[in-house]
């Protein structure tokens, strides 16, 4: 269990009524209970979890950064230079509303390529990954406008 996970799961049994709290931690692999308790103490610290604030918490996509990808034509442009398969992983990580658009401007084995391996993916997408594949087409974007403005 990585530490993300430990608190998040901590927070939530944290919320529990203590009969549900002490069930989940009976049914739980022996060798998490030691990493939850302290985290679980911690978190009932504070007198009261909202349900609003706690799902917040929860929630994997308050945990991400908002990271900018390139504009649609930089976004193309930038995608074309990637193989099949990073172009298919940089649309479902970053940028899965723009995938039809891609497309369109794509040749058909290419388009055929990209759907076939966008079936392939595991969902949700890891946010980590995400996150870092965002970063590079947002550089490789900048990189590029630099580029074609020097033209």
Known sequence: ?????????????AAMHPADR??????????????????????????SIETEVLQA????????????????????AVLDTLSVQWAARALAATASDHTELYL??????RVDSIRHELGRLSRPFPSALAEAMARCLNDAGQVLAATEALR
């Open 1 to 13: 269990m990585n530490m993300i996970g430990a608190r998040k799961a901590a927070l939530a049994m």
């Open 22 to 47: 002490r069930w989940m931690l009976e049914h739980l692999p022996k060798a998490w209970r030691p990493v939850l308790g302290p985290l679980m103490k911690q978190a009932r610290q504070f007198v």
């Open 57 to 76: 918490a929860l929630d994997d996509e308050n945990l991400a950064q908002v990271i900018e990808i390139p504009t649609p034509g930089l976004l193309i």
């Open 104 to 109: 369109a401007a794509c040749s058909k084995q």
